[in-house]
């Protein structure tokens, strides 16, 4: 496994971490015209500049994938550098709101729009799209889309603030941020009654910071039945 990537699998789908905020699906698709296995299908979510700046990782590490998601413009979920280099890969298409597909066309990097509230079938995986406002900063605030993958694994980009009725099994939780508390985000994702909590957006936590933060937010999932998993480098868990 290349270094600074985590995973672990549900079912058919792999989930794998590619720093911060930068999540791979991939899920087996039909098997391939040889006959020998089963092609798989790879869904590419926010690949920003914090999965990069470190050097730790490149855009070509991620690999070819079939398409791409992106919650809001800021830097360390959409970064044009790498959306470039992860399509010389591979053409793919990227679906995002219109804000971004605006910023992105001046980048020379086509994205096809999609707005809250919409359902789509994009690369063989189901996409729900949902309103979920930006939690606040200190500057003009994004537009943010939540997505939905297949009913159940959901990502908030910059978000806690979803819909009330919003559920999902598998919640990508953003657990650090400069506009986040860890209770605001326990309480977040309490609401969404998930069985499995994977951390996301926090690339900026390093070594004992990020120690005591997983197991703060273990320690409050645990006594609910929700799994939490802050995947190190290299692990993987089968579920």
């Known amino acids: 496994m290349r270094a600074e990537t985590f995973s672990f699998i549900v079912g058919l789908m792999i989930i794998r971490k590619y720093l911060h905020s930068c999540i791979c699906l991939e899920e087996n698709g039909p098997p391939s015209p040889d006959g020998y296995g089963r092609a798989s299908k790879r869904l590419l979510i926010d690949p920003g500049l914090f999965s990069f700046i470190e050097g730790k990782l490149k855009p070509e590490d991620i690999d070819a994938v079939d398409a791409i998601l992106l919650t809001h413009s800021h830097q360390d979920h959409c970064y044009p550098e790498a959306l470039k280099k992860i399509l010389a890969l591979k053409p793919a298409p990227i679906i995002a709101h219109q804000e971004i597909v605006d910023l992105l066309a ?3 990097i086509a994205a096809e729009p999609i707005a809250a509230g919409e359902t789509r079938e994009v690369a063989g995986f189901s996409i729900q799209t949902l309103e979920a406002s930006h939690e606040p900063i200190p500057s003009a605030l994004p537009q943010n889309l939540a997505f939905l993958i297949n009913g159940a694994i959901l ?3 910059d978000s806690y603030s ?3 009725d919003t ?3 598998i919640l990508l939780l953003p657990t650090f941020a400069p506009w986040a508390r860890a209770v ?6 309490e609401s969404i009654h998930p069985t499995h909590v994977i951390p996301i957006h926090d690339g900026i936590l390093r070594d004992f910071a990020e120690k005591r933060f997983n197991g703060m937010y273990r320690i409050a999932f645990e006594p609910q039945g929700i799994i939490f998993h802050p995947l190190g480098i290299g692990d993987s868990i089968s579920l």
């Not at 605001?184 to 994702?189: G, L, Q």
């Open 167 to 169: 559920q999902a099994d």
């Open 106 to 108: 001046k980048e020379g």
């Open 155 to 157: 990502h908030p980009g």
């Open 184 to 189: 605001d985000a326990i309480r977040f994702a």
């Open 162 to 164: 979803l819909p009330k």
